[in-house]
């Protein structure tokens, strides 16, 4: 079997040097995420980290590096039958998938979801809300700079982690009624977050008005030209706390990382809601990812 253990902070470093030269993937292989979300472990092989994730089912989340991929899959395939799983990979973009097609004809089948795919924004587009598209997002974001002239934007700090905290916290537990405990869970991703903050990378923000919190957001560079915004809520009594936070952390991000030129906004889950807000900012591109189930033989 694969020799896999725990994701620790201290594989950040390492991680981040196997990406070098890969190939762009999804907002699920950026290290916060694979760090801070579900029971994922890691394994390095011949200049690949390979993965074995378990959340309702487990599975192989496509390795990430550079060389020939071959013996890699071959050795999770191995893994697999060892430990009489069926093989699922997962996070596999179009190339992957015709990479493996070309590899391994006729013993894969494939399966895609949009709810899974990545909303992917000019970073311009989200700073300057420029052109008629935007029109009614400078609308929303005027309307609450006229209601509250004094806002600020602040990043984290220890000054105001306390706030932010508290003001999160209220917005999941005034959600518990309608959760399911997938609520729950976000919540105790939000702790983790915020405990391994620094160590993450992460760049927070926090939109306050005379010293309230009204909306926060955090994420960290997930390439060299792209940014992956992990988390952002706001108050829903604040008219305009969406935009305005979106809107800061867009010019926020691309002042400290002049580099950036996208920001991915993550998945919408399916959640119907969040895909008609995501859409309504109108993406550059949406990453399109697939699932590889090996074939049963008959």
Not at 28 to 40: A, I, R, T, V, Y
Not at 211 to 233: C, N, P, R
Not at 273 to 284: C, E, F, I, N, T
Request: proline share 3%; with cysteine.
């Amino acid at each position: 079997m694969i020799n896999f253990k725990s994701i620790e902070l201290a594989d950040k470093t390492i991680y981040e040097n196997y990406k070098q030269g890969a190939a762009p993937r999804g907002c699920e292989m950026s290290f916060g995420n694979l760090f801070l979300w579900g029971d994922q472990k890691i394994a390095y092989i011949n200049g690949y980290a390979v993965f074995f994730a378990t959340f309702s089912k487990s599975f192989y989340p496509f390795p990430v590096g550079s060389g020939d991929i071959k013996p890699i899959i071959d050795e999770i395939i191995l893994d697999s039958k060892e430990r009489n799983l069926s093989l699922y990979l997962t996070s596999i973009t179009e190339e992957m998938k015709a990479e493996l097609e070309r590899l391994y004809p006729d013993r894969f089948e494939f399966a895609t979801t949009e709810n899974s795919y990545d909303y992917v924004y000019n970073i311009d587009d989200l700073a300057d809300l420029s052109g008629k598209k935007y029109h009614k997002k400078r609308t929303h974001l005027r309307r609450f700079m006229t209601e509250h002239p004094d806002y600020q934007l602040e990043p984290f700090s220890r000054d105001n982690i306390d706030k932010i905290k508290s003001m999160v916290e209220k917005w999941y537990k005034d959600r518990q009624a309608e959760s399911t405990g997938e609520f729950d869970y976000e919540m105790e991703v939000f702790r983790r977050a915020i405990d391994n903050f620094d160590g993450l990378g992460l760049v927070g923000l926090a939109l306050m008005d005379k010293g309230e919190v009204l909306a926060v957001t955090f994420g960290s560079k997930m390439q060299d030209d792209t940014f992956d915004v992990h988390f952002e809520k706001a108050r829903t009594d604040v008219d305009g706390a969406y935009v305005a936070i979106n809107n800061g952390y867009a010019k926020y991000v691309r002042e400290k990382f002049p580099e950036i030129k996208y920001l991915d906004r993550e998945e919408d889950m399916g959640i119907e809601g969040l895909r008609k807000a995501k859409l309504s900012y109108y993406p550059h591109h949406r990453i399109v990812k697939y699932t590889a189930r090996e074939k049963i033989k008959e």
